[in-house]
């Protein structure tokens, strides 16, 4: 019989992210062009600084509802007719809207792009929000609130920011809005909110295709002619949590079968200087499948099908979260189970394995993200929402490859914070309460979804 083995993968291959040019244009709006000529397609992408974070307080939703009823219409077009416009161009208008920024999103062949990034100027820059269409959204997005509270896992991570975080925090309420948030707003807020956020010191513009800058620069100057002036609002962002110390909320599902477990604390802004170390660090922990926490419960105890951790990251501090679900009998044994592997990787270093597997992996898979024009948009609109350098994805896998085995430690030590540990359970509190008392989860409180 004859064997043989596997090869061994070679080194990597040397990747270059595309050249792109960054520019202020003297209408005030920003735009990034990076001509990718594989293909004849080109992604124009619009960020404007009018994320969830820029809301008013008790407006939380007003950010998703206003980019949504971007699509529904403008001075020239109503809604139907607009989205015709595009579909003839080959292409749809996409909107929507995170905690840091809107969007609107196309991607066209490059003999298209003309007509089709001056309607999306039109779409932008002359919007009537038609009052039908705003409760219409509204009604939409009311239906998936109401959705969420059936489904564990959807209430499970709602919850754990409304616990997590102070109540003063954005980041404590759904960036989509709350039933009652959503079911007060009016069309009038919606205006309000546009001419308020949405102008060019807000706006950058990022193309990426095959078009040159200087063709770009032109068709976006024509197609942002009506834009209004203005600059970008600073927001104060808090990130204070809710409590100091230990606590474990039980959002009472009676009769579930199943326990939605959230653990964590608040984390690290984007932009923090120990991003790489924490990025590696989190990938040994819970990031990988073949990740600690993941062997763990889902190999070694057969707790569940997938368990993770990861850091959400946004401007401000976004939560450090271990998810996963398991059967009721066996939720205070899987806790304590992400709890010692929280202690364990704090306690000592990671092995020379385990941390290369973890860089081999954030390094392989790095180049493959960026292999489509709406994929480079993307890692554009990252670096500008995010303000990180030019050379960013230049310097990515080395960076990566730079993260020792003491560097993962001390992320760990300094990052991971066992003490200020929040748990939501989403179960049967019934079942699940009367096990938890012997596992060092803080103070246990029961709610009603």
């Known amino acids: 019989m004859v064997t043989s083995l596997r090869p061994k993968p070679g080194p990597a291959r040397s990747y270059q992210f595309p050249q792109f040019k960054d520019e202020a244009l003297p209408t005030g709006v920003r735009l990034i062009t990076a001509p990718v000529v594989k293909l004849p397609l080109v ?3 619009v960020l404007v600084n ?3 974070t820029s809301e008013p307080r008790g407006k939380e939703g007003i950010a998703a509802l206003t980019a949504a009823a971007l699509l529904e219409g403008t001075t020239k077009f109503d809604g139907a007719e607009l989205a015709e416009k595009f579909e003839q161009l080959g292409t749809s208008l996409e909107s929507g809207a995170d905690w840091d920024s809107a969007f609107l999103k196309i991607t066209v062949l490059s003999n298209k792009l003309e007509e089709a990034t001056k309607l999306l100027g039109e779409a932008i820059s002359s919007p009537v929000f038609p009052e039908r269409e705003i409760e219409r959204l509204k009604a939409e997005r009311l239906a998936e609130i109401l959705q969420l509270e059936t489904e564990p896992r959807g209430l499970a991570d709602e919850k754990f920011s409304e616990f997590l975080y102070d109540d003063e925090s954005r980041y404590s309420r759904p960036d989509e809005g709350s039933t009652e948030s959503v079911s007060s707003l009016t069309r009038g807020d919606v205006e309000q909110f546009y001419r308020s956020n949405y102008n060019s010191g ?20 024509e197609a942002f002619r009506k834009w209004p002036s203005g600059s970008s609002r600073t927001q104060v962002l808090s990130g204070k949590a809710r409590r100091s110390r230990k606590s474990t909320y039980i959002v009472n599902k009676p009769d579930a079968p199943q326990s939605e477990l959230r653990v964590g ?22 990031g ?20 993770s951790s990861f850091y959400d990251w946004r401007r401000g501090p976004g939560p450090f979260v271990v998810s996963t679900a398991v059967e009721s009998e066996v939720t205070a044994p899987a806790l304590r189970e992400i709890l010692m592997e929280i202690d364990k990787i704090r306690g000592e270093k990671i092995s020379a394995e385990e941390l290369s597997l973890a860089r081999d992996y954030l390094e392989g898979v790095f180049p493959i993200r960026y292999e489509t024009t709406a994929a480079i948009a993307s890692a554009l609109a990252t670096l500008a929402i995010y303000d990180l350098p030019s050379d960013y994805y230049d310097s990515y896998r080395t960076n990566i490859h730079n993260v020792s085995e003491d560097a993962v430690l001390k992320a760990a030590k300094t990052h991971l914070h066992p003490e200020l540990l929040q748990t939501v359970i989403v179960g049967d509190a019934a079942t699940v309460r009367g096990s938890l008392a012997d596992h060092s989860l803080g103070e246990v409180t029961v709610h009603n979804p």
């Open 288 to 307: 990988l499948f073949g990740s600690r926490i993941n062997l763990n419960l889902r190999e070694a105890h057969g707790y569940t099908y997938g368990a």
């Open 50 to 52: 009018a994320g969830s």
């Open 202 to 221: 807000a706006t950058t513009v990022i193309v990426a295709g095959d078009i040159s800058s200087d063709s770009a620069k032109k068709l976006v100057i």
């Open 265 to 286: 604390h608040v984390g690290l802004p984007r932009k923090h200087p120990d991003f790489f170390p924490t990025l590696v660090m989190n990938a040994v922990l819970g």
């Open 43 to 45: 992604t124009v992408l």
